[in-house]
């Protein structure tokens, strides 16, 4: 396989390039993004472009793909809906229209969120923003398009939070986490959790193309053969 993660930086997008570069089937990892990752590794190739709204001058680098899988997320605290809606379904989706067109046999992967709002018009400017994202992503022409929306997030392996609350509420909740896992097992997911479920779900697809947390969990324990705490 070869692959494609737009915010490798961040949170979750960390999970996902640590599993890919774990796994052998993954011949080549290209990550796009503001800035440079800082990894080494042989399977690992990088684009650093500041402009995520364009990629005239970068297409011909983005073709010739498997999978990508679109990890890039900013909280909506503090922001305009139609800022959150620029950087959150504006980014994604200039993305995704350049991509559909120079991999047309790729499936597409999207990190969205616990309680995002498909009918679009519920009270939760986010829910709505990401509904759209998602709403929009599901009728793309790609050969596969799945929407990952997982809940609490556990981050492990070195992986954090760019977004200075989220630090804050992780430092804080870490110690009730283990015990929210045993009484909701599927409501509690690491970052290597969902990597490694976003990984098997490219490779062999799913049943459903919205992934809620008990659905990750689901495919987490399918997918058991990665030691997701190493």
């Given amino acids: 396989m070869k692959g494609l993660i737009f915010g490798a930086t961040g949170m979750v997008g960390h999970g996902v390039l640590r599993a890919f570069l774990l796994d052998p089937d993954v011949e080549v990892v290209l990550t796009v993004g503001r800035t440079a990752t800082g990894v080494q590794n042989p399977k690992l190739r990088e684009i650093v472009h500041p ?4 990629y005239e001058g970068i297409e011909s680098e983005l073709a010739g793909f498997d999978a990508c899988f679109f990890c890039l997320g900013q909280t909506s605290y503090g922001m305009t809906e139609e800022d959150y809606e620029r950087v ?15 991999n ?6 999207y990190v969205s969120g616990a309680g995002t709002d498909s009918s ?4 939760s400017m986010w829910a709505r923003v990401k509904g759209k994202t998602e709403n929009a992503l599901l009728r793309m022409p790609f050969a596969g398009a799945y929407m990952f929306r997982p809940g609490v997030i556990e981050p492990v392996n070195g992986a954090r939070s760019k977004t200075r609350l989220y630090r804050v509420f992780y430092m804080l909740a870490k110690p009730l986490l283990p015990v929210v896992r045993r009484a909701f097992p599927a409501s509690v997911l690491t970052t290597a959790e969902i990597g490694q479920a976003m990984l098997w779900v490219a490779k062999h697809g799913y049943a459903k ?8 969990r689901a495919v987490v324990r399918k997918s058991g053969s990665l030691n997701t705490k190493s």
């Avoid at 402009?51 to 364009?54: A, S, V, Y």
């Avoid at 379904?89 to 993305?95: P, Q």
């Fill in 88 to 102: 959150t379904y504006g980014i994604t989706m200039a993305a995704a229209e350049v991509l559909c067109r120079v």
């Fill in 209 to 216: 193309r919205v992934l809620e947390s008990w659905d990750i």
């Fill in 104 to 109: 047309p046999k790729m499936t597409f992967m």
């Fill in 120 to 123: 679009e018009r519920g009270r």
């Fill in 51 to 54: 402009d995520l709204l364009h």
